[in-house]
Nanobody, 122 residues
Framework: QAQLVESGGGLVQAGGSLRLSCAAS????????MGWFRQAPGKEREFVASIVRGFGTTFYADSVKGRFTISRDNAKNSIYLQMNSLNPEDTGVYYC???????????????WGQGTQVTVSS
């Protein structure tokens, strides 16, 4: 059974940093793509970043490019999201996801974690 467990969320002031972690079961970690999505209250879930198995090619939403970095540690079956220069618009529940094809659509990711709350105060 696929399992993804996020951690690292919290409350931070604007301009601050947080690092999210996602631990995956072995089978899930072998998925072609792993990524991060977020959902703010009253809004749809949106793509944040993804990383491809193998070469580790990364993709980012324009809104986080240059501020966020996605990475993976194959030895720990984990991916991470380093978030710098946070602003209140980054507030939301952040989800880790795994999928079988390169996509930015939530529907194309079949495995999801429970989410971790990130709140950025102004």
């Amino acid at each position: 059974q696929a399992q993804l467990v996020e951690s690292g969320g919290g409350l931070v002031q604007a301009g601050g940093s947080l690092r999210l972690s996602c631990a995956a079961s072995g089978e899930t970690f072998s998925s072609y793509v792993m990524g991060w999505f977020r959902q703010a209250p009253g809004k749809e879930r949106e793509f944040v970043a993804s990383i491809v198995r193998g070469f580790g090619t990364t993709f980012y939403a324009d809104s986080v490019k240059g501020r966020f970095t996605i990475s993976r540690d194959n030895a720990k079956n984990s991916i991470y999201l380093q978030m710098n220069s946070l602003n209140p618009e980054d507030t939301g529940v952040y989800y880790c996801a795994a999928g079988g094809k390169l996509s930015r659509r939530p529907d194309d990711f079949g495995s999801w974690g429970q989410g971790t709350q990130v709140t950025v105060s102004s």
